[in-house]
């Protein structure tokens, strides 16, 4: 795995202050591989895969993003996350850009490619998370299903190699959560590498090879999500399912 | 209620459109439901009419009906010759209005300043209309190109070299200043014991670092003594500069790949700055000089409220962006910078600039009143700009970084794509808040000798061809009505803007 791995963590270590709030986090992604990390509020979920492109400093460790080595020092941050397309819990579109604009922003100024040709390749992914009409609409007016829905498309414009995923359907209603889910299986169905944080156990089961379990900053169990969800392993793990699958 | 009563009802006339009341719409509904409709309303209503008797009415008596309008001098004016109660004595605002306008501009040079308003305006209204094209031409026009005309127009003088021969002129006066430094601390470390032998050593460095700085610039002033040399040093000068600032735009624009499009626009920047000196003959002297002493007026007014304006903004950001550093010595300039600035009135800062600083400067080194006063009041603004500014950086959400970092923006492409256009959409009312109480604190400049337009009006008060009782009067409320036209212009073309750029905030 660790040879053709795209994310290879090892060792991370995060402190806020004096609290731990990452310890000796070990995990290797391999192209084309879905993960879905899980756990309780508070677990260090977020703040992981933060660190995998940046947007969170740590302190001890490695990671290393396709073959780019991301020390604590994060001199070479930009070409990291360049590959790395994110998607955030409260979607984050920029709302005085159109929907267009946000798509076309960073290939234009981070990777320089000519305007027409962002549009289209902006237009393509808008039509593939099924939102296309909307293109010249501002995010406000949209839904939060359709907005969350542009923020995945903005993220693919950037053509990543890996796409992270932060709690993407916590702050939607329940009937727009799907919508989004299927974009992502759709995704998950062309081959993605992606690293979900999510409560969303269905898809989980569905889409992801496999299933990490956190707590208190640490991962207690990692494994197949047919094995994660037939026969947890650790206590903590027995106690989490039995409380979120009732 | 029948529709609703009856389980089966089929309509058979439909029912025709008619008025609505009157009592509802229209003047009369209007008086009844807004002005009339309870007791406090009709008193409030009866208190409000009062007031605009008790004052628009004698306001317009006195600018209209009392008025005086034709006449020659004083006497026009007076009660006994008018017949009745006098008002306004417009002659007065006739005979001085070019004096409002102008100040002590020569007679022969307010073309000058005519052509430069004119020009200000057929740039600045494109510019203000979203509708028409070319926007960034217009702005670079506007903001660039203008500031330099206006100054070779309202001033007047010539050019004697152009881009070599200021950067040799630069460089060679900053190796003088430094080997004249390091012979003064090497003389001192002579005469002194203590503390001689390190005043000697670092006289030396100082020595050493202006040979080194004459050295590097030596190219530069031989090209410079080459181009004086020649017949037409301006032209010379020039042709150099494009060639060398053309062929450094191409190279570090990506050379052969992609600087084909950088090295004409650079071309034609200089093929303009070329028309501008052959148009306005700035290589000959250019137009008659005009000593800012004598600029007055509207026109003193125009210059320090729209450069401190336009200079205040980039200030103001710059300094915004700087006390929300995480490099703790810009954040500690731009605090400093903004509370000392903020701290001290604007008179004492204008006072300051015109009269104390000389004292600190190098005897030779003199800066034009104007200038100083320019100066002050554009890091006056901008230090209030900064914290209006300030504000609206605080009420974007840290996500809107955080996603535009996630692509990839670095922090310049964040703050200047992402960040600022937002934020200063929230503080459009501020800053224009700002604009307009600018525009008015540049009456302040006439306490250090610079005849704005108030200023001009009030010392034409002491023209005994035109005391009248009401000279005074009429010449606040002329000079009232002219900063109300323009403030009360920024104010509604600010809504304008706020409409328009708030787009994605309507639903």
Redesign the interface.
């Known amino acids: 795995m660790a040879e053709n791995s795209i994310v290879s963590i090892s060792h991370l270590n995060k402190w806020y202050g004096d609290f731990h709030v990452l310890r000796d986090i070990d995990l290797a992604v391999g192209k084309g591989e879905r993960i879905v990390i899980c756990g309780p509020s508070g677990s260090g979920k977020s703040t992981l895969i933060r660190c995998i492109?940046a947007?969170e400093e740590f302190q001890e460790g490695e990671i290393v993003v396709d073959g780019i080595d991301l020390g604590p020092n994060l001199r070479r941050v930009?070409e990291v996350?360049?590959d790395?397309?994110?998607v955030?819990q409260?979607f984050?579109?920029?709302?005085?850009?159109t929907v267009l604009e946000n798509c076309t922003?960073?290939p234009i100024?981070?990777r320089n490619i000519p305007q027409k040709d962002a549009e289209a390749t902006a237009m393509k992914y808008l039509e593939r998370v099924k939102i296309p009409h909307q293109a010249s609409k501002?995010?406000?007016?949209m839904s939060g299903g359709q907005q969350q829905r542009v923020a995945i498309a903005?993220?693919l414009s950037?053509n990543p190699k890996v796409m992270l995923f932060d709690e993407p359907t916590s702050a939607l209603d329940p009937e727009m959560v799907k919508e989004v889910l299927d974009t992502m299986v759709d995704l998950a169905k062309d081959g993605m590498t992606m690293l979900v944080v999510t409560h969303e156990m269905g898809f989980a089961r569905e889409v992801s090879n496999r299933v990490v379990f956190m707590d208190a900053g640490q991962i207690i169990e990692s494994n197949t999500p047919q094995e994660f969800f037939a026969n947890p392993q650790h206590a903590r793990t027995k106690l989490f399912l039995s409380q979120i699958l009732r | 209620m029948t529709d609703v009563a009856m389980t089966n009802f089929v309509r058979k006339d439909l029912v025709a459109e008619r008025p609505a009341p009157v009592k509802t719409t229209g003047f009369v509904g209007f008086v009844r439901t807004r002005l009339l409709n309870s007791p406090t309303n009709i008193l409030l209503t009866i208190l409000g009419a009062l007031l605009i008797w008790f004052t628009v009415v004698p306001a317009l008596r006195f600018l209209l009906v009392d008025a005086v309008w034709h006449g020659s001098d004083r006497n026009a004016c007076l009660e006994q010759n008018a017949g009745h109660a006098v008002g306004a004595c417009w002659p007065y605002i006739s005979a001085k209005f070019d004096q409002l306008i102008y100040g002590f501009y020569p007679q022969a040079e307010r073309w000058r300043v005519n052509l430069t308003f004119l020009l200000g305006a057929l740039l600045l209204l494109p510019l203000l209309i979203p509708r028409l094209p070319a926007k960034s031409l217009n702005a670079s026009l506007f903001f660039l190109a203008f500031p330099v005309v206006a100054f070779f127009l309202l001033r007047g003088g010539g050019l004697s070299g152009f881009g070599v021969s200021w950067t040799a002129n630069l460089l060679s006066g900053l190796a003088d200043s430094f080997a004249g430094a390091g012979d003064a601390l090497i003389r001192a470390g002579a005469s002194s014991t203590a503390i001689g032998p390190l005043l000697w050593g670092f006289g030396k460095i100082f020595a050493l670092i202006g040979q080194a700085v004459s050295l590097v610039a030596w190219p530069l002033t031989s090209l410079r003594d080459a181009t004086q040399a020649s017949k037409q040093p301006v032209w010379a000068d020039l042709a150099v500069t494009a060639a060398v600032v053309s062929a450094l735009v191409f190279y570090l624009w990506g050379g052969l790949r992609s600087g084909w499009r950088p090295l004409i626009s650079s071309l034609v920047t200089f093929a303009g700055i070329a028309i501008v000196i052959a148009l306005m003959g700035l290589d000959r002297g250019g137009l008659p000089a005009v000593d800012t002493r004598l600029w007055g007026g509207l026109l003193v007014t125009l210059v320090i409220s729209v450069v401190g304006i336009v200079a205040s903004m980039p200030i103001g950001i710059a300094l915004a962006l700087g006390r929300r550093s995480t490099i703790p010595l810009i954040r500690i300039f731009s605090i400093a910078f903004i509370e000392f600035w903020r701290g001290v009135p604007l008179i004492t800062v204008l006072f300051f600039a015109t009269y104390m600083l000389p004292l600190f400067l190098p005897g030779n080194f003199t800066v034009d009143g104007l200038v100083r006063a320019l100066i002050g009041t554009a890091l006056f603004a901008g230090a209030y700009q900064a914290e209006v500014v300030r504000g609206g950086l605080q009420a974007i959400p840290r996500g809107q970084g955080e996603a535009a970092s996630a692509l990839g923006l670095s922090w310049w492409k964040t703050t200047f794509l992402i960040v600022l256009p937002q934020a200063l959409r929230h503080v459009i009312p501020g800053l224009v808040n700002s604009f307009i109480a600018l525009f008015k604190d540049t009456s302040l400049v006439s306490i250090v000798a610079l005849f704005d337009l108030l200023g001009s009006m009030r010392a034409s008060f002491s023209d005994p061809n035109w005391a009248t009782p009401t000279t005074l009067f009429t010449g606040f409320a002329f000079t009232g009505m002219i900063y109300f036209a323009f403030c009360f212009g920024m104010s509604r073309y600010s809504l304008f803007v706020e409409n328009r750029l708030n787009a994605h905030r309507r639903t």
Not at chain 1, 138 to 141: A, H, M, N, R
Request: zero cysteines.
């Open positions: 492109n947007l930009d996350r360049r790395v397309g994110m955030f409260s984050n579109l920029f709302p005085h850009l922003l960073a100024w981070v501002y995010p406000g007016q903005r993220a950037m």
